[in-house]
């Protein structure tokens, strides 16, 4: 019998406990002291929806997965663990596939409001792409459609805690458990009452474009978290911990959800310092426990004092380039990536402190659908060898062919990123004998919708352009960020077959027909260059002295995966 969540979460930090250590002095909330544990992590926090593609992009999963739970949550393996605090989820037989959700009945929102079914319609409406503007695009601006497009409907009653996801006859969805994932499953009732919408699923259901569009302004940025004070009646939470403050100064402060139906959170209060902070001074003045940040990203970061690895992570660090400008050619994208030193920046820049000979983080990654300890990887792969290291013959002659000379390359990132700054400058050397120039367009404001708007030509990032925690075990989001009109394809890479390709992978679990078509895919990249693979991100992942039941989780759900479990003993 599967245990319920906060149980199996309880032992695995039990048992890590004896291994694992930090330290920091205890915080206050209003008038009662509280204790405090806190967390550094280099997301950023600019959206509660991880359904949008500001969310997805800039790593809310690693900031609210407890705080916005879902039906699954992924773990610290990147694996998708079921949630059964929130609700079971399971398929059922019928003529096409279909899955049974039953919400907790004791699940209610901090304000007090019940979960129900309505949530889950607003999610699939968002996220299907079946509502669109004139010109074709989404009213949603959802990081993506994978899977939600191929629901035909959700049947619920409003209000009910029962819904029933029925998918298209001809379509099915392997990895359904991606779907109603925590940090996506987003508050129904407070988007319909800031868009004046009386019944959510009802407008959904009948196809009420006016009030969908409604809904679609603001799901896309009434959620959106900035410099403005939060008005907290928009942010409940259906988890163990809730939205007490945010300012840039102070970071992000969770507290304790007094409506929360499960085991109550072991700590109080948890604050979360984003990409945006002083890690150096926070750590220094002990204001953090727990560090989960790229290997090598924070200049001199001291960490002495805590329990600190560098593991490579399920994020694939990476150039996502545009397909238009100055790599408006094909051939221009090649000439770039045989001069990029791809075995060079791993040698330098991508080895965990441990490096494994085979798996994971074991050299460069050499596929964009595929992870590195997959048994699929070694026959997958063959293409990148031609791209292993800087060939300046080739490049030369190649980007002789693209008509295109003496081509300036601006790379953009968040910065500051000491190894992404040094990423660039290895390209810049390695790249300028073949007459390609590379600038650094790092900046601390730096977005990846940047690279669409023609401001920069490639993107230096993890899965998905995610700043910091990246990836997961099934590699949607992987998948997703190379497929046509998805938000998180930020290049803008449109390829027929390559969508074909990723449709059937998730319909077809056969092992001789997966390789086939990851073969396929990763051939098809390669010669097209949307982007360029360089390895597993590793991630430096720290507990101070005194920290117990930290987990590591270099995955898109971050080392925060089970925060709710977090103890401080000083």
Request: with cysteine; hydrophobic share 40%.
């Amino acid at each position: 019998m599967r245990q319920p969540r906060s149980v199996a979460v309880r032992l695995i930090g039990v048992v890590a406990a004896g291994a694992l250590a930090a330290g920091m002095a205890a915080g206050c909330s209003g008038q009662n002291q509280v204790p405090s544990i806190g967390y550094a992590v280099d997301a950023v926090i600019a959206s509660y929806n991880g359904g949008s593609t500001l969310g997805a992009s800039s790593g809310s999963a690693a900031v609210f997965q407890r705080v916005l739970t879902g039906f699954f949550y992924t773990g610290p393996d990147g694996q998708q663990v079921a949630d059964t605090d929130v609700g079971t989820a399971k398929e059922v037989p019928g003529e096409s596939q279909t899955i049974q959700y039953r919400l907790n009945p004791d699940g209610v929102y901090s304000d007090g409001v019940p979960t129900s079914c309505d949530d889950l319609v607003l999610t699939w409406a968002a996220h299907s792409g079946r509502f669109t503007k004139p010109d074709g695009g989404s009213l949603f601006d959802a990081a993506d459609t994978a899977g939600y497009a191929d629901i035909e409907r959700v049947e619920c009653q409003p209000g009910s805690k029962d819904a029933t996801v029925v998918f298209r006859p001809d379509r099915r969805f392997g990895p359904w458990r991606d779907l109603f994932t925590a940090g996506e499953v987003m508050p129904a009732h407070i988007a319909a009452r800031v868009a004046n919408v009386p019944n959510v699923v009802s407008a959904v259901q009948s196809g009420d474009l006016g009030a969908v569009q409604r809904l679609a302004d603001f799901w896309n940025t009434g959620w959106t978290i900035g410099a403005e004070k939060l008005d907290l009646s928009r942010f409940p939470s259906s988890g163990p911990y809730r939205i007490e403050s945010f300012s840039a100064k102070d970071g992000l402060v969770l507290i304790a959800n007094e409506r929360w139906w499960g085991n109550k959170a072991e700590t109080g209060r948890i604050v979360v310092f984003d990409k945006t902070a002083d890690l150096k001074t926070k750590v220094s003045d002990n204001a953090v426990s727990v560090v989960d940040v790229g290997a090598n990203s924070v200049k001199d970061l001291d960490l002495g004092g805590f329990s600190a690895k560098t593991v490579p992570g399920r994020g694939a660090e990476q150039l996502v380039l545009a397909t238009d400008g100055v790599f408006g050619s094909v051939a221009a994208r090649r000439a770039f990536a045989l001069c990029v030193p791809r075995q060079a920046l791993f040698d330098t820049l991508g080895k965990a402190a441990d490096v494994p000979t085979t798996g994971l983080g074991a050299g460069p990654l050499n596929s964009r659908t595929t992870q590195q300890d997959s048994l699929f990887y070694p026959a997958t792969t063959g293409a990148a060898e031609r791209y292993r290291g800087t060939d300046v013959q080739a490049a030369t002659a190649t980007l002789a062919s693209a008509r295109a000379a003496n081509p300036t390359i601006r790379i953009g990132y968040l910065a500051p990123d000491e190894r992404r700054a040094k990423t660039v400058q290895m390209i810049a050397e390695a790249c300028k004998p073949a007459g390609i120039g590379v600038v650094d367009a790092g900046a601390p404001d730096f977005r990846p919708g940047q690279l669409a708007e023609g401001r920069v030509d490639a993107v230096l990032a993890s899965t998905a352009g995610a700043p910091g925690p990246a990836g997961s075990l099934t590699g949607v989001a992987a998948t997703s960020a190379l497929r046509t009109g998805n938000g998180l394809n930020f290049g803008r890479f449109g390829n027929g077959r390559y969508d074909a390709i990723t449709d059937q992978l998730v319909a077809d679990d056969n092992s001789a027909a997966q390789l086939g078509l990851l073969t396929e895919a990763e051939n098809l990249l390669w010669s097209e260059m949307p982007s360029i693979p360089l390895f597993a991100t590793p991630r430096t992942i720290a507990f101070g002295d005194g920290l117990r039941n930290g987990v590591a989780g270099p995955t898109s759900g971050g080392t925060g995966w089970n925060m709710d479990r977090w103890v401080l003993r000083r």
